[in-house]
């Protein structure tokens, strides 16, 4: 199970934290990360880290969303800055691991202009 905390309404310019926490039989070896879906369009990737701590960032994210986890709390965290009208989305967390993918509920992220 995957839960994701940390959306909400903000100006742009500025920031959010995101935070999902993984539970229930989590394997040592697996990846977690962010995508998001914004009105009328598909699922994109964000960005994600991997259990040995290798990141990968969309272009979209790179130089302004930073991605990282807390192994021993099975925990991601996405911190987004200079935030953009167009980073308005639902944003999911996500954990691949043993070639099953997981994903959380969902949380709104909406900035204004």
């Known amino acids: 199970q995957l839960q994701a905390f940390g959306g909400g309404l903000v100006e742009a310019g500025g920031s959010l934290r995101l935070s999902c926490a993984a539970s229930?039989?989590?394997?040592?070896?697996?990846?977690m990360g962010w995508y998001r879906q914004a009105p009328g369009k598909q699922r994109e990737w964000v960005a994600r880290v991997s259990s040995g701590g290798t990141i990968n960032y969309a272009d979209s994210a790179k130089g302004r969303f930073t991605i990282s986890r807390d192994n021993a709390k099975n925990t991601v965290y996405l911190q987004m800055n200079s935030l953009k009208a167009e980073d308005t989305a639902v944003y999911y967390c996500h954990l691949l691991q043993r070639m099953a993918n997981y994903w959380g509920q969902g949380t709104q992220v909406t900035v204004s202009s």
């Open positions: 229930g039989s989590i394997f040592s070896i697996n990846v």
